[in-house]
């Protein structure tokens, strides 16, 4: 079946909008997971969902950060009041079950202005 | 703190050659490694993995090394191809988290 899809591919906002990411992850994987991975830098976590809920969202660097995820599939990350440090590639992926081998998405390239 | 350390950020080799890319960790309770390589726009892709009660794992061309002693994994790739090139990174997961925590990175260039 398909990979896991993020959109949009690309987005470019000015300092201090909202913007929403989204991740369809692949059918059926339970487990979702949201990274960044700014210039020159590993993925950093950010949020973990286990169905519909966030056991760990150690990650998420403020509380202008949140994330949700709905019957269980497709996950939303909302970035409120968007600064320059935000600009990176948010990477989502997924997991089977208990698997430890995650699937990524392309990723959402975010630009701040 | 860097949990995950991949000291080389680039490696060059020639086609036909062994490629050896290197990932040292500090973190004693991970418990699982694994290697994902990425190229240019694309999301990371899933290679090889080991369990922390293993010291070797090999798939085809592909056998990564761990020496828990030394804090120390290893991925070998033999013999190296031009379509190996892009960027690899380690990773390893905390007992009880399912997070992966993630090197920096080496890019890989195969010579034809």
């Known amino acids: 079946g398909a990979g896991v899809s993020q959109s949009p591919s690309n987005k470019v906002t000015e300092k201090g909008k909202d913007v929403e990411l989204r991740c369809d992850p692949i059918?059926?994987?339970?487990?979702l997971y949201w990274y960044r991975q700014s210039l020159g830098q590993g993925l950093e976590f950010l949020i973990y969902?286990?169905?519909?809920?966030?056991?760990?969202k150690s990650g998420l660097p403020s509380d202008r950060f949140s994330a949700e995820r709905t019957g269980g599939s497709v996950s939303t990350l909302t970035i409120q009041r968007t600064q320059q440090e935000d600009s990176a590639v948010y990477l989502c992926?997924?997991?089977?079950?208990?698997?430890?081998?995650?699937?990524f998405g392309p990723g959402t390239r975010l630009t701040v202005l | 703190d860097q949990q995950v350390k991949q000291n080389s950020p680039s490696l060059s080799v020639q086609e036909g050659r062994i490629s050896i890319l290197n990932c040292d960790y500090t973190?004693?309770?991970?418990?699982?490694f694994l290697w994902y390589k990425k190229y240019p726009a694309e999301g990371p892709t899933f290679l090889i993995s080991?369990?922390?009660?293993?010291d070797k794992n090999e798939d085809g061309r592909f056998t990564v090394f761990l020496n828990k002693s030394a804090k120390h994994l290893s991925l070998h790739i033999v013999p190296s191809q031009p379509g190996d090139s892009a960027v690899y990174f380690c990773?390893?997961?905390?007992?009880?988290?399912?997070?992966?925590?993630f090197g920096s990175g080496t890019r890989l260039q195969v010579q034809p």
């Open positions: 992926a997924s997991s089977l079950g208990n698997s430890n081998e995650q699937f």
């Open positions: 059918s059926g994987h339970t487990a």
């Open positions: 969902f286990q169905g519909n809920s966030a056991p760990d």
């Open positions: 973190n004693s309770m991970f418990d699982y």
């Open positions: 080991i369990s922390s009660i293993k």
């Open positions: 990773a390893a997961k905390d007992t009880g988290r399912r997070a992966l925590t």
